[in-house]
């Protein structure tokens, strides 16, 4: 006689981390984040920005449901193994089907209409295997019923947006970030489970680092066959420099204050506090490095003497507000993520992003390798600020873990 199939689960403890497959099932975020870029890229107009805000936000809505899942159950095991494939594949068509997300091309099938129906699949696909994950949890199968509306609305407002065009269809798109996003809000966060902290943070880390990698690839994609000169690797090497600092932003300390303030946190303190710091502003955080990318690409693309441009040519409009706005975005949602887990609110980070935002204009009248050098040089020098002045703090934060263990041992 064949097991239930909330026995073939296996629970998700304290100190678990991320599995391959939750790892494999990643691949598929790499794939769609690149699409988004070259969604803007092909469109880089205040339009186009927003479609692909649109569109990451809820791709990203898709990854962060199976965040959640996979931090109850363990995503290699029984049938949340299969599941998780079988949301892969849906997923993988979702980023194909990027590119018709509004727009669909002559010939075969509807892309908004594919997108739309993918979507629902993932989403469903989750809702289905937290229901069975939830058997032996009345708590959480309320919550999930409380959840599910949100799911159907948000679903049900895509596949109205792919029969629409122009100013109807953007509404549409908002409607159903809206309500996904705020339903989720609107429910609470009283029963929903995270059993680990370690894990969900890793798990959001490894994004950042997924995010941060199509920076570096937007680097090179900007140059593809293309001659290399001087301009080019100065060029390359500042924004490299830039995701470097952005890097150095996230994982120097700021995670691991996260996390350990999320192990502090119990019951339903630690689930909005996984929902507020993790799911909703960690987006603003991969939509920052996203429209970064789109203009560090963009910068290439000029010094390397693309479309006829040439080394003196401004970055101006959209693709400079992404450079310098995607990175002030960013500092400003690890700010936001700092003040909801410890209430700390790292005035410096603000400030610069704030300054990032008030010298674009100017950045304007500068030759895109050099606003792509001041970019940099402010990074720089928030970086080596904190190293400096929080050097003690810095210090004891990063070995805290390592000497307890050592002391134990």
């Known amino acids: 006689?064949?097991?239930?199939?909330?026995?073939r689960l296996e629970r998700v403890g304290e100190s678990a981390t991320a599995t391959t497959?939750?790892?494999?099932f990643d691949l598929v975020f790499v794939f769609a984040l690149t699409q988004v870029t070259a969604l803007m890229a092909e469109d880089p107009t205040w339009l186009g920005l927003l479609r692909g805000t649109l569109v990451l936000a809820v791709v990203w809505w898709c990854w962060v449901g199976y965040s959640w899942l996979s931090n109850l159950v363990k995503a290699d095991e029984g049938t949340a193994r299969t599941a998780m494939l079988g949301a892969m594949a849906a997923m993988f068509l979702i980023a194909l089907a990027i590119p018709e997300a509004f727009d669909d091309l002559p010939g075969g099938l509807s892309g908004p209409v594919v997108f739309a129906f993918c979507y629902l699949l993932v989403?469903?696909?989750?809702?289905?295997?937290?229901?069975?994950?939830?058997?032996?949890?009345?708590?959480?199968?309320?919550?999930?019923?409380?959840?599910?509306?949100?799911?159907?609305?948000?679903?049900?407002?895509?596949l109205l947006a792919a029969q629409t065009s122009g100013a109807a269809q953007i509404g549409l798109w908002v409607a159903a970030v809206a309500a996904d996003y705020g339903g989720t809000?609107?429910?609470?966060?009283?029963?929903?489970?995270?059993?680990?902290?370690?894990?969900?943070?890793e798990r959001h880390g490894l994004i950042v680092i997924i995010a941060l990698g199509e920076s570096i690839v937007a680097i090179g994609v900007g140059v593809t066959a293309l001659p290399i000169s001087w301009p080019v690797i100065a060029a390359a090497t500042l924004g490299l420099t830039v995701a470097a600092c952005l890097w150095w932003a996230y994982f120097d300390t700021h995670v691991l204050i996260a996390e350990r303030a999320l192990a502090r946190a119990t019951g339903v303190?630690?689930?909005?506090?996984?929902?507020?710091?993790?799911?909703?502003?960690?987006?603003?955080?991969?939509?920052g490095i996203v429209m970064s990318a789109l203009g560090l690409k963009k910068v290439l693309n000029y010094v390397a003497g693309a479309n006829g441009h040439t080394v003196a040519d401004h970055l101006y409009g959209p693709p400079l507000w992404a450079l310098f706005g995607g990175s002030a975005l960013y500092l400003f949602a690890q700010a936001g993520v700092s003040w909801r887990c410890g209430r700390n609110l790292k005035p410096q980070r603000l400030a610069v992003g704030a300054l990032l935002i008030a010298v674009t204009p100017l950045a304007a009248f500068l030759p895109a390798l050099v606003a792509l050098a001041v970019l940099a040089a402010v990074l720089i020098a928030l970086i080596a600020y904190e190293w400096v002045h929080y050097r003690a703090d810095r210090d004891e934060i990063r070995h805290a873990e390592h000497e307890s263990a050592h002391a134990e041992a």
């Open 1 to 7: 006689m064949s097991k239930p199939y909330r026995s």
């Open 21 to 24: 497959l939750e790892l494999f």
């Open 123 to 158: 989403r469903a696909v989750h809702l289905v295997l937290f229901w069975i994950s939830a058997a032996d949890d009345p708590g959480l199968r309320k919550q999930l019923l409380r959840f599910a509306p949100t799911m159907l609305g948000g679903t049900l407002l895509l």
């Open 185 to 201: 809000f609107a429910i609470g966060a009283s029963g929903w489970r995270l059993n680990s902290a370690k894990h969900f943070a």
């Open 269 to 287: 303190e630690r689930a909005s506090m996984a929902r507020s710091a993790f799911s909703f502003l960690h987006l603003p955080l991969v939509v």
